[in-house]
């Protein structure tokens, strides 16, 4: 009977400064290149669809929140619960204008896909340490008067119970999300 060899797994030591990581850069053949470059322009287009999807989601929104502004049992009930409406369009103006920015971005990107670049890691996070207080503030808020908004629909108001209000919920929900994982990400990045 043959002796079994054991068999022993080596772990790979990762590249901890960017030179190792370009020496394996320099490695790469031109079809793995080719290969990382397809489906970086595929990433690219899913990216563009998903950000079309969320435009028009948008715009129910805010066509929503118009209504809204007109229904007058709404705006009897927001007198006692007040919502604050005009900033939640505020809101959702700034991120369809985020959305078209992006788009604009990854049409960019599509554009000229192969540029080389990098950032020093310090301004990086100093840049998104920025970034997530100013989106917690300012999300956080929209889901709050989001809150205030939702406690003002009656069933019986006809203008109010849209079906477009659902969106707004999903999209409500979805940002309480983001706030607590934008936090979680604040407190990781500042014990770094």
């Known amino acids: 009977m043959p002796a079994k060899k054991k068999l022993v797994l080596k772990k790979k030591k990762s590249p901890k400064k960017s030179k190792d990581i370009m020496k394996k850069m320099e490695t790469l053949t031109p079809s793995q290149i080719d290969e990382i470059s397809k489906n970086n322009v595929n990433i690219l287009y899913y990216s563009l669809f998903m950000y079309a999807i969320v435009i028009l989601w948008i715009l129910g929104i805010i066509k929503y929140l118009k209504e809204l502004e007109k229904c007058d049992c709404f705006l009897e009930k927001n007198v006692e619960n007040n919502a604050n409406l005009k900033y939640l369009m505020y809101v959702e ?95 990781k990045l500042c014990s770094i």
Do not use: H, P, W
Request: with cysteine.
């Open 93 to 187: 103006y700034v991120i369809l204008a985020l959305n078209i920015i992006s788009i604009l971005s990854v049409v960019y990107l599509l554009i000229t896909s192969n540029q080389k670049g990098g950032m020093d890691i310090q301004r990086m996070k100093m840049y998104l340490t920025i970034y997530l207080l100013i989106y917690i503030g300012v999300i956080g808020y929209f889901v709050y008067s989001f809150y205030k908004l939702q406690q003002n629909i009656d069933a019986s108001c006809e203008c109010a119970s849209s079906s477009f209000r659902y969106l707004l919920y999903i999209q409500a929900f979805l940002m309480a999300i983001g706030v607590f994982g934008s936090f979680l990400n604040l407190i």
